[in-house]
């Protein structure tokens, strides 16, 4: 037979496990609006995204295809691995690392003419980077 300190200890122990169960429900409801992943071109064109819609788009920055007027709005088109491509519009300075070929992530919108008006790029780096500042010390200038 159990005994009453037992007993509010299995309640306890109960009530805890309640808890953590409706804490980690909550969090998992909360998430898919939260996410900060970011969507290929190939991803894209394969969702019905409404015009005006904050997103990630993430790939590579195709050969050519960089384009500029006046150094500050800035025009280039983006691929992934499946093919897909996605037409990207930036104004603004670029990131130091801004390249052709160079993997970036862009956050912005869609223009509702098959356009991306991106607000913020990040560029990735491979693990051969080194920092400007180290660059320029090791080559002795």
Known sequence: M???RVRSR??????????????????????????NAFRTP???????????KTLRLGGLIVAGS???EDGIAHRFTLTD?????????????LPD????????IATGILDGVGGFDAKTLLTK??????PRELRDHASGQ
């Open 10 to 35: 299995l309640l306890w122990v109960s009530l805890g496990g309640f808890m953590v169960a409706g804490a980690v429900l909550l969090i998992v409801f909360a998430l898919p609006g939260q996410l």
């Open 66 to 68: 960089y384009a500029t």
């Open 97 to 104: 690392l801004f390249r052709e070929g160079q993997g970036i």
């Open 42 to 52: 190939t991803q894209l064109a394969a969702l019905d995204i409404p015009p005006g």
């Open 2 to 4: 159990m005994t009453s």
């Open 125 to 130: 780096h491979d693990e051969a980077y080194v």
């Open 81 to 93: 691995k499946d093919g897909g491509t996605q037409v990207v519009r930036y104004s603004g300075a």
